[in-house]
């Protein structure tokens, strides 16, 4: 199996506002222009991706194009972010006021229009606000067809345009409407969109009650892997922690399916230093050097005959002394 490219590496960009009073003394407001410029100081941080509509309060696309151009930076894609309107606390896609949804569903159109604008091509979507909270507080069939005429429509409105959709269990809803890798893989089959996608978070996955190499593989079998959030975590919650950290094996063989399935997109690191004040910058490589490691580890799993032999029998104990061995030495 060949080597493949080096990832691109992007990360989570507000991120960087961590310390911002002592990193710009005296500065009252930090733009996305400032943001991008700490990014930019990361070794190996090659890629960027931006929030629709919050990164573009301060700056128009295209004045954003010429900052990531100017630092050498490319564009991975758009997230869109709908937490910050308070018509969308009851949904944004499925949310039940007619007029309020069809804000959501223009305010992406939006969105799409600036990606293409900036020459992207990927959109994520993580529809937050779109879930329940009480029994008896939703009605689960419009809320679920009124999702796959939405996500329809904007597929539709430049399919020159990947669109992912991105799952999470819960927060800040209850119970998200599409919080699992099954359930999402359902909605693009009925939305029937060849444009369509997965965006697939980490920590995410595990808190789902999922194994990322095992949901990598459903969605490469029934649709198209977009995006990957690289993190960690307990699996009790979006912990965010620094990628490898805790779930060390999960990962290498995330790399591994990874490596397989040729994905060739970037690795974006959602990770929250913000929660322990910790330095962005050197979280943000500590992220890099991590995968950087175990990618390596994953290019010698991948084409290791023993591990295969060992997999195709599911004898867990030679598998595990194999990848033990691969990750951390030899035993005496």
Same mark, same amino acid.
């Given at each position: 199996?060949?080597?493949?490219?080096?990832?691109?590496?992007?990360?989570?960009?507000? @991120?960087?506002?961590? %310390?911002?009073?002592?990193?710009?003394?005296?500065?009252?407001?930090?733009?996305?222009a400032?943001?991008?410029?700490?990014?930019?100081?990361?070794?190996?941080?090659?890629?960027?991706?931006?929030?629709?509509?919050?990164?573009?309060?301060?700056?128009?696309?295209?004045?954003?194009?010429?900052?990531?151009?100017?630092?050498?930076? =490319?564009?991975? #894609?758009?997230?869109?972010?709908?937490?910050?309107?308070?018509? +969308?606390?009851?949904?944004?896609?499925?949310?039940?006021? /007619?007029?309020?949804?069809?804000?959501?569903? *223009?305010?992406?159109?939006?969105?799409?229009?600036?990606?293409?604008?900036m =020459?992207?091509?990927?959109?994520?979507?993580?529809?937050?606000?779109? %879930? +329940?909270?009480?029994?008896?507080?939703?009605?689960?069939?419009?809320?679920?067809?009124?999702?796959?005429?939405?996500?329809?429509?904007?597929?539709?409105?430049?399919?020159?345009i990947?669109?992912?959709?991105?799952?999470?269990? $819960?927060?800040?809803?209850?119970? @998200?409407?599409?919080? $699992?890798?099954?359930?999402?893989?359902?909605?693009?089959?009925?939305? %029937?969109a060849?444009?369509?996608?997965?965006?697939? $978070? +980490?920590?995410?996955v595990?808190?789902? #009650?999922?194994?990322?190499?095992?949901?990598?593989?459903?969605?490469?079998?029934?649709?198209?892997?977009? #995006?990957?959030?690289?993190?960690?975590?307990?699996?009790?919650?979006?912990?965010?922690?620094? /990628?490898?950290?805790?779930?060390?094996?999960?990962?290498?063989?995330?790399?591994?399916?990874?490596?397989?399935? =040729?994905?060739?997109?970037?690795?974006? +690191?959602?990770?929250?230093?913000?929660?322990?004040?910790?330095?962005?910058?050197?979280?943000?490589r500590?992220?890099?050097?991590?995968? *950087?490691?175990?990618?390596?580890?994953?290019?010698?799993l991948?084409?290791?005959?023993r591990?295969?032999?060992?997999?195709?029998?599911?004898?867990?104990?030679? @598998?595990?002394?194999?990848?033990?061995?691969?990750?951390? =030495?030899?035993?005496?």
């Open positions: 199996m060949g080597d493949p490219q080096p990832p691109r590496y992007a990360a989570r960009l507000n @991120s960087f506002k961590v %310390g911002a009073e002592t990193y710009w003394p005296g500065r009252n407001r930090v733009t996305t400032d943001l991008l410029e700490r990014a930019a100081t990361v070794e190996g941080l090659n890629a960027a991706d931006l929030n629709y509509p919050d990164h573009f309060e301060d700056a128009s696309p295209g004045e954003l194009a010429a900052v990531l151009g100017r630092l050498g930076i =490319g564009l991975n #894609g758009l997230a869109m972010r709908y937490y910050s309107d308070v018509d +969308f606390r009851l949904g944004a896609l499925t949310n039940p006021d /007619a007029n309020r949804r069809r804000k959501a569903i *223009d305010l992406t159109r939006r969105g799409l229009d600036a990606l293409a604008e =020459g992207g091509t990927l959109m994520t979507l993580w529809l937050g606000q779109d %879930g +329940f909270d009480y029994p008896f507080q939703a009605d689960y069939g419009r809320m679920w067809d009124d999702t796959i005429a939405a996500v329809r429509e904007l597929a539709g409105h430049n399919p020159a990947d669109i992912a959709l991105e799952y999470k269990p $819960d927060e800040p809803r209850s119970y @998200s409407l599409m919080g $699992d890798a099954g359930t999402t893989l359902l909605a693009i089959r009925e939305a %029937g060849a444009n369509l996608g997965v965006t697939l $978070d +980490f920590a995410h595990l808190y789902a #009650g999922e194994m990322p190499a095992h949901t990598v593989h459903l969605v490469n079998r029934h649709s198209r892997l977009l #995006g990957i959030q690289l993190n960690d975590g307990y699996g009790k919650r979006d912990d965010g922690l620094m /990628a490898g950290s805790v779930h060390p094996v999960q990962t290498v063989e995330l790399l591994v399916a990874l490596r397989r399935c =040729g994905y060739a997109r970037a690795i974006y +690191f959602d990770t929250f230093p913000d929660t322990g004040g910790l330095d962005p910058v050197a979280e943000c500590s992220n890099i050097e991590t995968i *950087d490691r175990l990618r390596a580890v994953a290019a010698t991948a084409d290791d005959e591990l295969a032999q060992a997999i195709a029998r599911h004898d867990a104990t030679a @598998s595990q002394r194999i990848v033990a061995a691969a990750l951390y =030495g030899a035993g005496g």
